[in-house]
């Protein structure tokens, strides 16, 4: 099936670095959502963004919807020893309630 | 916020047996749930789209008659892997979305299959 360009597929960083991950598509979708996933468990919606060139922040998560539609980026500030995971953008069609995943990105934080 | 329940979380067992993971919605009538796979180091895959009272949507390469979906109330789904063989472990996980074509899926906690 189809999957989304999501990059850096990982990143090992110290706490207290900002992270910037990105999706990018050849397609158009309506909604963008990002998601994090550990071990064993399934993914957490952080962010929904609906409308382009949106901008929104949940605590110290920032996420915005490209204005062309075919792009999503997550950015996480002063990182912290729980933010450790795998975080997935996911995009959704117009009137499709199906969810295209990207690839993932791996965050480890160095102690 | 909306809670996805999923059950088991793990199961182990014999090739050739059939297994059932279930998922349900807690606070919300999950009008269309969606059944994921996800191998080691990979991402989610979509299996099936499955909405209430009508037959699951199966995506391509998906075959139908291995893998069941029953959605026979707002609340469960259900997911039976036929004749499990060792190259269906993996992790299944469950989605659900309510009536609000906008709301967001939520996830359940995935069930580990491992088929020996």
């Known amino acids: 099936g189809q999957q989304l360009n999501q990059s850096p597929q990982s990143m090992f960083i110290q706490e207290g670095e900002d992270v910037s991950m990105n999706c990018t598509s050849s397609?158009?979708?309506?909604?963008w959502l990002w998601y994090k996933q550990e071990p064993g468990e399934g993914p957490v919606l952080l962010i929904a963004l609906y409308k382009a060139g949106e901008l929104t922040s949940n605590g110290r998560l920032t996420a915005q919807f490209g204005i062309t539609r075919k792009d999503s980026f997550l950015n996480i500030s002063a990182s912290i020893p729980s933010d450790v995971g795998i975080y997935f953008c996911a995009g959704q069609g117009f009137g499709n309630e199906k969810l295209t995943f990207g690839t993932g990105t791996r965050l480890t934080i160095i102690p | 916020g909306a809670v996805v329940s999923q059950h088991p979380s793990r199961v182990i067992c014999k090739s050739g047996t059939s297994v059932k993971i279930e998922c349900r919605s807690l606070d919300f009538q999950a009008t269309t749930m969606f059944w994921y796979r996800q191998f080691p180091k990979q991402s989610l895959m979509l299996m099936a789209t499955s909405n209430e009272g009508s037959k699951a949507t199966y995506e391509q390469g998906v075959e139908k008659d291995k893998f069941l979906i029953n959605h026979a109330s707002l609340t469960l789904s259900t997911l039976t892997v036929t004749s499990a063989h060792p190259e269906d472990s993996s992790f299944y996980i469950c989605?659900?979305?309510?009536?609000?074509?906008?709301?967001?899926?939520?996830f359940g906690d995935g069930t580990r299959l491992s088929i020996l």
């Open positions: 989605s659900a979305t309510g009536t609000n074509s906008n709301q967001p899926q939520h």
């Open positions: 397609s158009i979708f309506n909604t």
